[in-house]
């Protein structure tokens, strides 16, 4: 069992849990995953490491509320246990002086793009941040992104704070200035990880993204996590999670995330009912 | 001499019709009378031929003479003091080819059925509740990590602790038992017999430490520069296996690994009670004729299929599966497709397989593997619909561990070079065996590479 040492909201639906977790923390590296278990009859979730103290020998995770796991998960309190916490799992991020690096982080991955950032900047990257969320309610962590970049731009979908627009669109700006862009790294949801491989495509910049399929064992043993990725299949967990994003067969990516939509429905109404009839009592 | 007795005592099973629909176990065991009828039948031959057949050399027909004494409590401590998981042997060795291969009965054509007599041994100890544990020695002072909770790493760890070792077991899921958990289904091996053979181990001392991926959360290096005097890999053959054609990655197609890791480790056949879903179709192709293909093929008539293929590329005397779960599959109206293999994958704009394009295959001239080869017949392409695959071929070693162990040769498919007799690998204080060693074959070998292994590393350790 591991303790959940601390649990913060970051916004209404995103949430931050630090969980007791010593030999996790002795080897955790920017862009490592764990495999997640909420109760005993739970389903095996990765989700990224976003930060951890080995000290401490701790291990952060920010989650969004999606589905009936995370839900699950986000109903738990200091204090609280959770069953399964296996990793660090997944090739870290490959970090080296690149010389300027931009990291895209999109929803709750921001979270995730600052240990990459900060690696980026140890090693010598000049170090361009761009984080992007639907309105003004749901940014986190700006603060802690800007103290590990040396620029920072900001986007809402709808304009509420800072620039209106996606990601994308300051991306390109910077494809297209006078800047030579090494790499760009990009995080979040996989359209936002797809739109930002196209929109670096034709300028040649080398694109790194984290991809998010199902998984279940999360070390190689079932190909759930199965992806394409110039043209051979690759095994998410233990070949990535990082991927050539000019590389990656992204509509078969999006075919097999939907692979369980109807269970994941039915999952969450009975998960619902159970928790309206648990608060009336 | 008495006259030999050939009336070899069937096993009680569920009904065909009825257990395809439900995960309770298919085998019901025997009853005391048919246990005692069928112990009285074995001629405690003095050549013990069943002894030569069975990889651990248990005791055969002194257990047997327990049980047909009444003495079970006996029978329980001659089975154990060679093999410490019975309740799990009795269930899915291939006795056919061991020990009932080899019954001087087996001859006449009515071997004494030693599996099912060992399950109703171990069974009998279950239903009274205590089990008796053995003597432990006194402590060593040594440490071993066993990684891998599968019966050649269960086997190893008991065996060490036994001789007064203080032994982890560092297993990468979240329960101990190896295929036995994951991969043999609930209606073969009922996973509440697993876990009290898990906790027998445990109660011998050995402490088992779950979600510990080695490679990752702990390399090898690690363990044996923390304490640990010697490290035993019992890590298993645990990567699936494709077939490479056009189509695979469909959603829809499964490893036999996924498919019966979600219905039987993560309990899918029971969702949404359990959280962890799985889509087993109408029309389910398993590709493969192993246990594993077996497997698969009858989780899918209980998940609910209509209609079940085995497709195979050679004929049913080269199916790998144990006859006894054949006969089973067949009896609960699974389709062997022989002679079949399939060429590519068609799926719908959703994304989803909805067909598998086959070749018609012929038998050739024998292969490296003594079968005889499959050949394509030229033109004879047809296709099958289906909504769901399960690609049942096989499975080689994850490379976790090997890639980030210095020192550790590993063959050309991946298996760690390990000596046969001792388990030793080229590694220093690092012992392997089961199907890491052996690529995928049985719970019975696993078992008896776990005890050589157990045995080499005590006496490497006293020495
Ligand atoms: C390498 C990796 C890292 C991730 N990191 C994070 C993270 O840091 N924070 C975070 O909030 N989310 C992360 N995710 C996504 C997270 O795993 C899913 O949101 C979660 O599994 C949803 O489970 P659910 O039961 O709450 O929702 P469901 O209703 O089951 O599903 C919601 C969505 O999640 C996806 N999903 C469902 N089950 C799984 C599964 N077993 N494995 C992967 N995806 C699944 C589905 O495609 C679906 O679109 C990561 C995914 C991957 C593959
Ligand atoms: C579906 C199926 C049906 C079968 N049916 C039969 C049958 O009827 N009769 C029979 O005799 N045999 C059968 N077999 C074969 C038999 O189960 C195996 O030969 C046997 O389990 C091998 O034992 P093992 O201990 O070597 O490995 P496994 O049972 O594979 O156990 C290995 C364990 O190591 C763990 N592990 C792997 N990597 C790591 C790591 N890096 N760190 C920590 N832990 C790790 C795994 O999670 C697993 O728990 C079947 C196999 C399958 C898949
Ligand atoms: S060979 Fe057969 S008959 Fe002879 S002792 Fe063994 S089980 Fe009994
Ligand atoms: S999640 Fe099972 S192989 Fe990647």
Same mark, same amino acid.
């Given at each position: 069992m591991y303790k959940i040492l601390l649990r913060e909201d970051l916004v209404p639906s995103i949430h931050l849990f630090k969980i007791e977790a010593p030999a996790v923390a002795s080897k955790a590296q920017a862009g490592q995953f764990v495999i997640v278990r909420v109760d005993e009859k739970g389903e095996r979730i990765p989700l990224t490491i976003a930060d951890w103290d080995r000290e401490e020998g701790s291990i952060t995770i920010v989650v969004m509320a999606v589905g009936a796991t995370t839900r699950k998960l986000a109903q738990l309190e200091a204090g609280d246990y959770i069953p399964t916490f296996a990793g660090p799992l997944g090739l870290p991020t490959h970090i080296e002086k690149f010389g300027t690096v931009v990291c895209v982080g999109g929803g709750f991955a921001v979270a995730t793009i600052v240990p990459i950032a900060r690696a980026l900047k140890e090693a010598g990257n000049k170090v361009i941040s761009i984080m992007g969320a639907? &309105?003004?309610?749901?940014?986190?962590?700006e603060d802690r992104l800007g103290s590990v970049s040396d620029s920072l731009i900001v986007t809402t979908d709808d304009g509420s704070? %800072?620039?209106? #627009? !996606? !990601?994308t669109e300051p991306l390109k700006e910077l494809l297209e200035s006078n800047e030579k862009i090494d790499r760009v790294i990009a995080i979040g949801p996989t359209v936002m990880m797809k739109f930002c491989s196209l929109t670096t495509q034709p300028f040649g910049v080398k694109t790194i993204v984290s991809l998010n399929p199902i998984m279940v064992d999360g070390t190689g043993m079932c190909g759930c996590c199965r992806v394409e990725v110039g043209g051979e299949t690759k095994f998410t967990c233990v070949d990535g999670p990082d991927f050539d994003g000019h590389q990656v067969d992204w509509d078969l990516l999006f075919a097999r995330q939907r692979i369980y939509l109807d269970e994941e429905k039915r999952s969450l109404e009975m998960w619902e009912q159970l928790s309206k009839s648990g608060s009336e009592k | 001499m008495p006259k030999l007795d050939l009336n070899r005592i069937s096993m009680p099973k569920q009904e065909p019709l009825v257990r395809?629909?439900?995960? &309770?176990?298919v085998a019901l065991g025997y009853t005391a009378e048919m246990a005692l009828a069928e112990a009285s039948r074995c001629i405690l031959c003095p050549k013990r031929a069943c002894v030569d057949g069975c990889p651990v050399e248990v005791d055969i027909p002194e257990f047997i003479d327990a049980v047909r004494q009444g003495n079970m409590r006996d029978a329980v401590r001659i089975l154990k003091s060679k093999n410490s998981l019975p309740g799990i042997c009795g269930r899915v060795c291939p006795q056919e080819t061991q020990c009932e291969e080899t019954c001087s009965l087996a001859k006449k054509g009515a071997p004494i059925a030693i599996g099912r007599l060992e399950r109703y041994v171990a069974d009998w100890e279950l239903a009274q509740g205590e089990m008796e544990k053995p003597e432990i020695a006194k402590p060593t002072g040594r440490r071993i990590a066993v990684v891998g909770s599968g019966p050649a790493g269960l086997t190893a760890a008991a065996d060490l602790a036994k001789l007064g070792h203080e032994v982890t077991i560092f297993e990468a899921?979240?329960?101990?038992?190896?295929v036995l958990m994951y991969g043999i289904p609930e209606f073969r091996m009922p996973k509440h017999i697993v876990q009290t053979e898990v906790d027998y181990v445990r109660s011998l001392g050995v402490e088992v430490r779950l979600d510990s991926v080695v490679g990752k959360t702990f390399t090898v290096d690690d363990l044996l520069g923390n304490g640990y005097n010697a490290v035993f890999l #019992?890590?298993?053959?645990g990567a699936p296996m494709f077939l490479n054609i056009p189509g695979e990655n469909l959603n829809g197609i499964y490893s036999a690994n996924e498919f019966l890791t979600r219905t &039987?480790?993560?309990? %899918?056949?029971l969702f949404p009670e359990y959280d962890t879903p799985i889509k087993a179709g109408r029309r389910v192709a398993v590709i493969g004729a192993g246990n594993v293909a077996m497997d698969g093929a009858r989780c899918s008539l209980r998940l609910g299929a209509e209609e079940v293929y085995i497709v195979y590329r050679r004929s049913e005397a080269e199916m790998p599966a144990r006859l006894e779960e054949k006969e089973n599959a067949k009896e609960e109206g699974i389709i062997f497709k022989l002679l079949t293999n399939p060429k590519q994958f068609f799926g719908n704009d959703q994304g989803w397989v909805t067909g598998m394009e086959c070749y018609q295959m012929e038998l050739g001239e024998p292969d490296d593997s003594g079968r005889r080869r499959p050949i394509v017949k030229p033109g004879s392409e047809f296709t099958i619909d289906v909504d769901t695959v399960v690609v049942a071929l096989g499975t080689t070693p994850n490379p976790l561990v090997s890639k980030t162990t210095k020192d550790l040769e590993v063959t050309r498919r991946g298996t760690v070079v390990a000596d046969e007799e001792t388990g030793k690998t080229t590694k220093p204080g690092v012992w392997a065996g089961g199907d890491i060693v052996t690529g995928a074959a049985t719970v019975i070998s696993a078992m008896g590479a776990g005890k050589r292994a157990a045995a080499s590393i005590d006496e490497t350790l006293r020495g």
């Open positions: 639907r &309105n003004k309610d749901l940014l986190f962590w704070y %800072a620039r209106k #627009g !996606v !990601v | 395809a629909k439900n995960f &309770n176990e899921l979240h329960i101990a038992g190896g #019992g890590i298993g053959a &039987n480790l993560m309990k %899918a056949y």
